[in-house]
């Protein structure tokens, strides 16, 4: 080494006077000696990171001393992307992930695959090691798909705050299917912080809270679950990916399970399924609404949900922000007459034969939103405000902004009373509407209402009240679609 | 340009060195002297801030011998821009530890400093860097090197790094064969 150096050295001196200016493409080529050759493997190696893959495996055929050595280049942004499926072996897995040694890992996905036989265990016996492994070198982007399978596979021993307080660096946390994570169901990521940039809990059942609290840069949010979990982002972040799908029934007093959520100036696609249109008065929480639906706006609102008590229904609105400086008095007023309203509204009768068929919404599929990826959408979900069949205290409410709303796509549509007066709200207050899309359920998956001696759903019925609803936007086009138009991409592509 | 000034700071080092607690001496393998800040040294090295701490350090002039004088003087050099240009607090608290922190693609100025070295004044500054364990200059000479060698021919490669092709005609058309797709012309 030091002969080298000192070598080199020498004749840098002598290039160093035929002048410093020289660019180093013009001046390499004069040189005799193959120094790159000379440097030691490690550094080869790292140059052979930086150079993409094709590249890399092209320096094979340079001479003898390059053959093969990309094979050991550590990829810059390094990925892994593990899959342990029915009888593979974990052990061999996590040996060679300790050749690898803890490199940096930007992102780290573990999925772990069901077993079509669940006698003949697939025993993961130790997950914890690769979540820890992923923690160790440093992981950016961590992503674990247990596919339900964690509880027969996974020790409750996975603790996935422990794991977090692991990952100073982590933007992003995406958990599905993962059913024992956390102690007592709580997730903290507290010390994320500023650096989380998405989180994503789908369908994670065990968890009761989630607390990202110091996520002030959190721009993606996707909570998913059959159970309704708390969550705490912070106030001042600025959401651009919203999902939120609550569908379960609350058993504990949970004081709020849906807060405000926090600046969604800048939301460009939001996606809420099965939250709310809840039934007051009843014993158990329902909720059912499996309606989206999506909007262009040109100009920032807020969507702000807020549930005073879970006793109270939960209600959504969409207030214009931009003079809204205290949106939370003007909802608390809105609400309390709502629920004054809805409380005339429905009668006992009405109530018993929604919940039948709102139980029954809980097995189906969710909902799904659609939106165009080209254009800017925000959502807007009202519920339980506006009654289609008198509006008798309609007048004193805000009249929230929907005025860029362009486009409206309601899936799993069945015409009942919540989906209508969701209906005939957003034809009312959607002043540019063009567009609005109604899905009825597929085929087959209305048989509950043959069950509890309905008829089949008769679309061409609500259709023509839905027709007769006053409209605000004059070219409003009400599609009734058994199938879901190409042109309309979702947006949300995966859905939970 | 930049060099002259390097020069200018190692006249200045043989003057002040006693006085000045701030700097470190450098001596090269070739007994110049070069003066650069104890905190970006250490900030940079991890070589030099393990001698700083273990109080290894000569007010003289640490001796390099592994470090040729030019070599040295872009050390100094890059160590003193680094120090300009870069707020330290945001530098540190960016990397958790050097073999974690990702790659970041050099900055422009970083850029312009390797551009200017000759081919040999390069690999010596890789040399060197690799030696007082200084990543981030590293990443920026390596990632100067890759940049020589991306999207070229084996042949072209071969041809800038002066690489001896040491194959026999079969055994490169073996290695052409495992990973064909590699070696067609875009």
Redesign the interface.
Known sequence: ??H???A??????R??EEG??????A???A???????E??ED?RL??????????A????????R??ALWERRWP??SSMDLHIRPGDDPEELLRSLERRGE??I?RFSLTIHPNKRPLQHHRVRDPQRFLDYAAA??V?DLHIDAAGHFVSMLSTSVDINELLWAC??LQTLDLRYCDVLGFQGVINLESSGAHLRSLTVAECNRITRLDASRATGLRSFCLSSAQLPTYNIPATASLDDLYLSLRGQNCEPIKHWIQALPNLANLTVLTICSVALRLPSSSHDIFVDNSLEEAEEDEPNEVLFKVDNPDEELSEDDAPDEEGDEPDEELSDGYEAEEELLLEEISEEYMLKERLYYEDVYEENLSEENVPEDEQFEEDVQSEEDVPEDNQSGEDFPLYGLNNLVFAKLMNFKGHYFEMRLVSFLLRRATSLQKLLLVPPPVGVGNYMEAFGEKPLDASGFLDTVLNFEKASPDAEIILSDSDPAAIQPMHSVVF | ME?DKGKGEAEETRKVAEADRDTVTLK???GKLFEVSKEAAARLSTVLAGMIAGGSIDDNGTDL???????LENVVDYCNKHANSIPSAALISSS?SF?????KEPEEWERKF???????????L???A??LGMERL?DVT?????E???????DQ???????????TKE??EE??QE?A???YDD
Not at chain 1, 20 to 25: G, P
Not at chain 2, 142 to 146: A, E, F, N, T, V
């Open positions: 080494m030091a080298l150096l000192g080199s050295s020498l004749k840098k001196r290039a160093g410093e200016e020289i660019e180093a493409a001046a390499m080529a040189e005799e000696e193959d120094r790159i050759s440097l030691p550094l790292r140059i052979l990171t930086l150079l993409p893959l094709r590249s495996i092209r320096t094979g055929a340079l001479s003898t390059w053959r810059a942004p490199r940096r930007d070198c440093a950016e100073p660096r | 060099v090269s393998s070739d011998k592994q470090i040729g004088s030019e070599a958790i073999n974690t922190a990702p790659f390797v551009d200017r070295l000759s081919h040999d004044a390069l690999f010596d890789v040399e060197a690799n030696f590293l390596c990632h100067k090197i890759s020589m060698m991306k999207g070229k021919s084996p490669i071969r041809e800038v790094f002066n690489i001896k092709n040491d194959y055994e490169l290695i052409r990973l797709w590699a070696f």
